[in-house]
């Protein structure tokens, strides 16, 4: 986060290339056309909401809004708490010590981040359920006929949704505050160390008040995902925002409604945004006081050392190992490989070819949106690609409804201009198909690409271009043969992750997927609303499985990236 912030903010590097100047007004207008893209959903959003009917407003403001609002905020409070405590302590004890287990933890402890979380919510209702194998245990152990003979805690709730959803997004927090504690100097913490304190209260007054910027984006990053979710919180009967939009849109059919509803749930993303942002207010300062020279990590002794390796297994269990192996049960038990559903192998073929054909095209504008950026230092490029960067903040139910009238007069444009030239229409070309998903996920995930981007041109030093600039290289050349090899490994880091993500989005999906075509998310959900879950088990399994690799490949990066400090 600090590489891609300073890309953007900071100064112009010394001796940085500059585009020839006429190539600014194709950077400017390349630029623009993307931050467009990204903007012009939440327009149109707004413009719907601004012209619905305002009885549908003072009814969804007195009988809707309140209890989603309540509900959104619990939830989401309820969520900071689990990701703070499980991230934040799970990335202190692997860093400050050494344990038992704590090799084998540095790769489990970010897997939860594979499940999604309408997978997770599916598997522990199966599991709690009154008809799950938990209290059935206990119905044949105790002798109890009925649910009504004991008291068990319902996982269907408010409280169960920030559990699962919280155990399932901790590892934001804990890939940020891990990230944090590698980079934090040893000179504070030896001279503390030298003096007595105690692990607690170096963590206390030293390492935790030095990561607050990274805490900041990794509970803003957990938060904007539960907003984003729709299928666990509907699963566990939690009526959220999103959820509301969902239900007003399809099940009420007002479009006006759920826009008004989706226009209000972007103040609450714009204070998450405002979260992080404040929460990064002195990044500058704390990159200036960390250093090569790491802390040493404290040997654990007795019964220290198996509480800490049992603190560190809580989360990993809870988030991963209970829910990747329930699905591997029930792919076992019930046959799934070899009895499957003929349809899935189709489902998970336009699942992937929907995933590929995002992904280039988000790497595509990743690529021309920070290339600008990195040749031309003006006010305006800036802007264009920091707008360009909030459509991660956009939940999928929202960016859904802002895009529904762009595909549709996308759609009109090219019919008139078939009828024009061609005498024929061809009908429902963008809103109809497949390319309204394409568009949803390149808007939703082009911040991962440029994110990577910066990062990666940020650790390229500028005298490669003056080198190829002395050497007669136009801006293509450059481009071509000095950037974007040198940013090779950001590039497949966020192939991956974009690629992962479009495998998982539920909510933009199920909005704006044509008739009669499954993902494999919605593949999932439609057996989940049947009640039904475990004959999707496999195709969970396949988007689990999936989703390990891009997680792996953040903690590699990560580890390398750390290790180049120490050694610096």
């Not at 170096?202 to 030095?210: C, D």
């Not at 040493?296 to 190992?321: D, H, Q």
């Amino acid at each position: 986060m600090t590489l891609a912030r300073q890309s953007v903010d900071g100064p112009a590097p010394r001796g940085a290339v500059r585009l020839w100047r006429p190539a600014h007004a194709g950077a400017f207008l390349i630029v623009f056309a993307i931050a467009a893209l990204v903007v012009a959903p939440l327009i149109n959003l707004a413009r719907i909401a601004a012209i619905g009917d305002a009885e549908i407003w003072g009814h969804l403001a007195a009988y809707v809004l309140p209890v989603a609002l309540t509900q959104t905020a619990l939830l989401l409070a309820g969520v900071a708490v689990i990701t703070v405590v499980a991230g934040t302590g799970t990335a202190w004890l692997v860093t400050t010590f050494q344990f038992p287990g704590r090799d084998s933890l540095l790769w489990l402890l970010p897997l939860p981040l594979a499940i999604p979380t309408y997978i997770a919510a599916y598997v522990y209702v199966d599991i709690f359920d009154a008809s799950g194998p938990l209290q059935s245990a206990l119905r044949g152990l105790f002798g109890w006929q009925t649910s009504a003979e004991y008291w068990f805690p319902p996982v269907r709730s408010l409280g169960g949704a920030v559990l699962i959803i919280g155990f399932v997004l901790y590892p934001y927090v804990y890939l940020a505050a891990r990230a944090m504690f590698q980079t934090q100097c040893a000179v504070f913490s030896d001279a503390a160390r030298s003096l007595g304190a105690r692990p607690a209260v170096l963590a206390r007054h030293i390492t935790l008040p030095l990561a607050r910027p990274a805490l900041a984006v990794g509970i803003a990053l957990a938060l904007l995902e539960t907003l984003n979710d729709i299928g666990a919180s509907e699963y566990l009967g939690v009526q959220t925002l999103t959820l509301s939009i969902f239900t007003t849109w399809l099940n009420r059919g007002s479009l006006a409604g759920a826009a008004q509803i989706a226009a209000f749930m972007l103040i609450l993303v714009t204070g998450l945004i405002a979260l992080e942002r404040y929460g990064r207010r002195r990044q500058d300062y704390m990159a200036a006081v960390q250093d090569a020279r790491i802390a040493s990590r404290i040997v654990l002794a007795g019964s220290a050392r198996w509480l800490a390796c049992a603190a560190c297994y809580v989360p990993v269990t809870l988030g991963f190992l209970i829910p990747a192996g329930f699905l591997l049960r029930e792919v076992i038990v019930r046959g799934l490989m070899t009895g499957f559903d003929p349809s899935l192998w189709r489902h998970a073929a336009t699942t992937v070819a929907l995933a590929g054909i995002a992904t280039v095209i988000v790497l595509l504008l990743g690529i021309a949106a920070t290339i600008p950026l990195r040749l031309v230092r003006h006010p305006f490029i800036v802007a264009c690609v920091t707008l360009a960067s909030l459509g991660y903040a956009v939940p999928g139910t929202v960016l859904a409804l802002g895009l529904l009238s762009p595909l549709v007069a996308a759609d009109e444009a090219i019919n008139w201009v078939t009828q024009t030239f061609a005498g024929t229409t061809v009908g429902l070309v963008m809103a109809g198909s497949g390319a309204a998903l394409i568009v949803a996920y390149s808007v939703r995930f082009l911040a991962i690409a440029i994110g990577f981007m910066q990062a990666g041109l940020a650790r390229v030093s500028t005298e490669f271009d003056e080198v190829a600039r002395l050497l007669g290289a136009g801006p293509l050349t450059l481009v071509r043969s000095v950037h974007l090899p040198l940013v090779r490994p950001a590039l497949w880091g966020a192939a991956l992750l974009v690629f992962v993500d479009c495998l998982k989005e539920l909510p933009a999906t199920l909005l704006l997927r044509p008739l009669n075509v499954e993902t494999l998310s919605t593949y999932i959900y439609q057996f989940a609303t049947r009640g039904d879950f475990e004959e999707g088990a496999l195709a969970a399994l396949l988007i689990v499985a999936v989703g390990i690799l891009p997680v792996i490949r953040i903690v590699r990066y990560t580890d390398l990236a750390a290790d180049a400090g120490q050694h610096s």
